[in-house]
């Protein structure tokens, strides 16, 4: 048993994508055109880090009140956890992208960390490995 998901509410798809792809390294594993509930097209897209069970589905915002959720999943804690194996290199590719990081990198007992935003505002520790 696993977790083979969970949801991120986005302003927009192929921004979302960009930045998971793009500035994160993940990979795009679907993006197919589906229906809401009620027959409105949008589309299922999920992206994941290479080699990871567990994606992230890119949720487009449908209606006023999951257009007030996005950045605000987590209440502005950080929700998600990200580790890497290789921190420097990862926080370098994620500058290149213009991910915006608001904590400087630093050494805890659980590894490397520093706090960045994701394309829709909500906080993720980056992670570099365990000691």
Known sequence: MYIES????VADYDEAIRFFVD????ELVEDTPSTTNDGRPKRWVVVRPPGAATGLLLAQADGEAQRAAIGKQFAGRVGMFLRVDDFDR???RM???GVEF???PRH???GSVAVFLDAAGNR???LGQRP
């Not at 969970?6 to 509410?9: G, K, P, S």
């Not at 500035?23 to 993940?26: E, H, I, R, T, V």
């Open 108 to 110: 805890e007992p659980y």
């Open 23 to 26: 500035a994160l390294g993940f």
């Open 102 to 104: 608001v904590t400087d």
């Open 6 to 9: 969970t949801a991120i509410i």
């Open 90 to 92: 990862a926080v370098q």
């Open 95 to 97: 500058i290149d992208h």
């Open 124 to 126: 993720w520790d980056l």
